[in-house]
């Protein structure tokens, strides 16, 4: 598909949003929301699966998706890995061979509508209620994620704390909701009655409004210990948002680099993670 039409998609939808809200307000901010919530890249590659298809362990109905879920065993502390948006499991390779040099008992699993897991949304507390489940079968000690997936432990341990996980690690995650929002009324070129409208849907539909939702806010009474990793160039999430989340954690460790990026592969941080959890 041209560069130029992929650029013009976002605009299209926008003006029909903007045109649309006068007349239908509810189901405008139903579909924009869905736009904002559908997942378009993240499934399975070639070169990924012999990495995770002899990994495989169970798949759990949650919520309506059937959640492929992997298992590195090893002897010492189980380590849930909770990946970011439109990637997978496999995205955690380099970790994996990490940790299982150290024994390590791994577990991860892919998010829906990611990976070999099923539907066509993600968003953070469909996300959390994902993750509530996985505690609950797999009892992890240790919670690492990065971008997304970073986000959603936090908000999990604010709304459904759990006193089996012991530490938990961050990785380039974005902290606030209404900039997230920003950046899609930007990018889709939604007028303020259509900004609004969708913020009202998000409030009827979980309780909260974008402002409420912050990782800062999350972590006010988080009493893990934490490790919160941040590229200080992240194009991606703003190094800002893990700035705060260490200002309001007690307990932990904010962790910068510069030029890494916003995936954050590099054996710099593997070994950093490696040492914390062996503190």
Do not use: C
Not at 40 to 56: E, I, N, T, W, Y
Not at 83 to 112: C, V
């Amino acid at each position: 598909m041209p560069v130029l039409f992929k650029k013009l998609i976002p605009k299209l939808y926008g003006l029909y949003f903007n045109l649309l809200v006068w007349f239908v307000p509810k189901k405008v901010a139903q579909q924009a929301f869905t736009v904002f919530a559908t997942v378009r890249k993240g499934r399975v590659l070639p070169k990924q699966q012999a990495f995770l298809d002899k990994a495989k362990l169970d798949v759990l109905s949650i919520n309506e998706h059937n959640i492929q879920v992997y298992h590195w065993s090893g002897k010492n502390e189980t380590v849930l890995l909770v990946h970011g948006w439109e990637s997978n499991s496999w995205r955690w390779h380099k970790l994996i061979e990490k940790l299982q040099a150290e024994n390590y008992n791994i577990i991860a699993f892919d998010a829906p509508a990611h990976g070999y897991s099923s539907g066509t949304i993600l968003h953070v507390p469909l996300y959390a209620a994902t993750l509530k489940e996985m505690l609950s079968v797999y009892t992890p000690k240790v919670l690492i994620g990065h971008s997304m997936g970073g986000m959603t432990i936090l908000y999990n341990e604010a709304n459904n704390p759990n006193d089996n996980v012991e530490k938990m690690v961050t990785i380039g995650s974005p902290s606030e909701l209404h900039e997230i929002l920003d950046h899609y009324k930007k990018l889709l070129g939604l007028s303020t009655k259509v900004t609004k409208t969708l913020e009202g849907y998000i409030n009827d539909q979980f309780g909260f409004t974008p402002e409420d939702f912050s990782s800062p806010k999350f972590v006010k009474r988080n009493t893990k210990k934490g490790l919160v990793f941040h590229d200080r160039l992240d194009e991606i999430a703003p190094y800002h948002a893990s700035v705060a989340v260490h200002k309001h954690w007690n307990g932990s460790e904010l962790y910068s680099t510069e030029g890494f990026g916003h995936s954050m592969h590099q054996d710099e941080v593997n070994d950093k993670i490696i040492s914390f959890l062996a503190e």
